[in-house]
Structures are given as structure tokens and as C-alpha cells.
């Protein structure tokens, strides 16, 4: 259970990244990665998301 709770944090904490680097420079690194709205990017993105809901959850839990 705690290797899956890495791998949320970790997406999360990339899809962060992602979305500043979306605000400051208007640059999509999964877009840019996997290209814009293909398969793969689509894939990232529902896994940042449920990845966010996760770790939201787990610490509404700890609260």
C-alpha cells in the first residue's frame, strides 16, 4: 500500500509541475512528451487526476 501511495504523490507532484510550467511558460511537458492529446497523453493526465483524488482522500483520512 505504501508503494501506491508513492506512485500517487509522484504523479501528483508531476502533473503540478506540469500545470506550472502550463502557467508560467504556456509549455505542456505531457503534451510535448507523449503529443497533444494522443493516447499516451490522455493516459497521464486520467492517472495525475486519479492519482490527485487518491491522495486527497488519504489525507482527508490522516485529518
Known amino acids: 500500500?505504501?508503494?501506491l501511495k508513492n506512485i500517487a504523490l509522484?504523479?501528483?507532484?508531476?502533473?503540478?509541475?506540469?500545470?506550472?510550467?502550463?502557467?508560467?511558460?504556456?509549455?505542456?511537458?505531457v503534451a510535448a512528451?507523449?503529443?497533444a492529446m494522443s493516447l499516451l497523453s490522455k493516459i497521464v493526465y486520467?492517472?495525475?487526476g486519479?492519482?490527485?483524488v487518491y491522495?486527497?482522500?488519504?489525507?482527508?483520512k490522516k485529518g
Open 33 to 35: 512528451i507523449f503529443g
Open 10 to 29: 509522484i504523479l501528483v507532484i508531476i502533473g503540478g509541475l506540469n500545470w506550472g510550467l502550463i502557467g508560467l511558460l504556456g509549455f505542456d511537458l
Open 46 to 48: 486520467i492517472l495525475v
Open 1 to 3: 500500500m505504501k508503494s
Open 55 to 60: 491522495v486527497a482522500i488519504d489525507f482527508l
Open 50 to 52: 486519479l492519482s490527485a
